[in-house]
């Protein structure tokens, strides 16, 4: 191996010295300021050689590291059932506004919507997502799964946890009002305009823990054993208004009772208890880590925020009432 220049260095100048010992009287003080200097200059030399290699080795394995990391997220967003497609379960039928006129291709209805958005930020964008379908209690149901991530309001819990993969939160569930049109309730659009409505709500739930602790109403809410029992009460004109979560609002108002319309929702902030949904992935699977790092990225830019506006304030007619 030929040698590099740094270790010439160190050579030339020893050799250097040599010959100035062999020299006369006369020039040994000013051979051996020379000498000095030389050796001087080859510490710096010697010096400023280490600390570049230092720095360049130091890149190499920053930048090694990097490429390293990247093959790994890469590895595990491409952990799928089927190569190359990331497949998507939704339930049979789709409701609105999770999904829009139940096709969740089109990318219209909240689900949807999000399902897309992580899908681009894992890698899988246009005929790269697939979509199937299941029943609820089947996708939570220990065992492999037919798909990869699982979206149909799935509330995060330690029991369901135990046999599946939940990722990150993607939606927070708040309070929301349901009435007929002409209620005492409609048109309210703050805490203080809903002090004169009669409310009612289910015995034990976050709603009626809302009612109370939050809007605290001028009468006491009317409390029934069940969400049945409330809504009739709402569909006979007994109560003003009924309070649920947002997502049983939408269903209850679209589906259940003719003429009533979700007239308000509360900032998930506004206090109680809340419910947080979760995408479903199999137990231990590889790409939980990279969906939720998909989440995270969707919900730091704002995108998710823009999208629970879109599809679940705007295109619901929901407005959110301040405190």
Do not use: H
């Amino acid at each position: 191996m030929r040698p590099q220049p740094s270790q010439l260095l160190p050579a030339i100048l020893v050799g250097s010295l040599v010959l100035a010992a062999c020299g006369s009287d006369d020039d040994s003080s000013a051979d051996e300021e020379s000498a000095d200097t030389a050796a001087e200059t080859a510490d710096t030399a010697a010096e400023e050689t280490a600390d570049t290699a230092a720095e360049e080795t130091a890149d190499t394995t920053a930048d090694t590291a990097a490429e390293g990391d990247g093959a790994s997220a890469d590895e595990a967003c491409s952990n799928t059932i089927e190569d190359g497609v990331l497949t998507v379960a939704t339930g049979e039928p789709a409701f609105f506004p999770w999904v829009i006129d139940d096709d969740p291709t089109t990318g219209e209805g909240f689900e949807a919507a999000v399902a897309y958005a992580v899908a681009a930020e894992m890698g899988y964008e246009g005929d790269a997502v697939e979509w199937t379908r299941t029943t609820f209690d089947g996708a939570i149901q220990p065992g492999a799964k037919d798909f990869d991530v699982n979206l149909q309001q799935f509330s995060i819990t330690d029991e369901r946890s135990e046999t599946i993969d939940f990722s990150l939160p993607y939606y927070t569930s708040n309070q929301a009002i349901v009435a007929l049109e002409g209620s005492a309730a409609e048109g309210a659009t703050s805490i203080a305009d809903l002090q004169d409505v009669k409310f009612g709500a289910q015995a034990g739930t976050t709603s009626l823990e809302f009612i109370n602790d939050v809007i605290q109403p001028s009468q006491e809410a009317f409390v029934y054993d069940d969400n049945v029992g409330a809504k009739a009460a709402l569909d006979a004109n007994q109560i003003d208004a009924a309070v649920f979560d947002l997502p049983t609002a939408l269903y209850v108002s679209a589906v259940e009772i003719e003429g009533s319309s979700v007239i308000g929702q509360f900032p998930a902030e506004s206090g109680g208890t809340t419910d947080q949904f979760g995408m479903v992935l199999e137990k231990d699977s590889a790409l939980t880590p990279c969906v939720d790092a998909a989440i995270q990225a969707i919900t730091d830019d704002g995108t998710l925020d823009a999208l629970t506006q879109e599809w679940l304030s705007d295109t619901t007619g929901a407005p959110v009432i301040a405190e």
